[in-house]
């Protein structure tokens, strides 16, 4: 008989879903996916709501499960790698008087640019503030490695931000340059 979970543990997974969602907003990039993601995610966590530790961090186990939910879905699309012209981030808008629009698309830009395993150990730790335990735990790799990850992230989105737009190369027009004159 499936058992359903407590009242306060519920209430627990609703106060998390507005980081479920930036999360997994983050990871796809448009609303509506990841408004399902978190949905799956939230509906997977509370009828297995038994296998929850009380003394670990539920955050990180939605994030764990909210992720390993967005893998499977990548795997059933065959959709690993964006393509650079349909980028979800293209549609984004910045928010009114918040942040410079400039600034926000070149760095969602540069974000959807960084390797995936990079991008996710940034959005945890840097947006989602977890700790770098946590976020090994929601990854599944050692601590440290979360910090490699998480250091290379940093410098790649660093260079990514300071290099400017990407040209397209097949429209990078080489400008001529005078060696020598005739008279």
Do not use: K
């Amino acid at each position: 008989m499936l058992r359903r979970p407590s009242a306060e543990f519920e209430a627990q997974v609703v106060a998390q879903l507005a980081p479920m969602r930036r999360y997994a907003r983050a990871l796809t990039g448009d609303a509506a996916w990841a408004d399902d993601l978190v949905q799956d995610a939230a509906e997977r966590a509370l009828s297995r709501a038994a296998s929850f530790r009380p003394d670990s961090n539920l955050r990180a186990w939605l994030l764990t499960i909210l992720r390993h939910i967005y893998i499977d879905q990548l795997r059933g699309r065959r959709e690993i790698a964006v393509d650079d012209e349909s980028a979800p981030w293209r549609t984004l808008e910045a928010p009114h008087g918040e942040v410079d629009g400039l600034v926000l698309r070149d760095l969602q830009r540069a974000l959807y640019q960084l390797p995936a395993a990079q991008r996710e150990v940034l959005l945890l730790v840097c947006v989602e503030e977890l700790s770098y335990q946590e976020a090994s735990t929601v990854l599944g790799v050692p601590a440290g490695t979360v910090m490699s990850r998480l250091s290379r992230a940093r410098e790649h989105l660093r260079a990514l931000l300071d290099r400017g737009p990407v040209q397209d190369p097949a429209r990078h027009v080489v400008p001529l340059r005078v060696v020598g004159t005739t008279r």
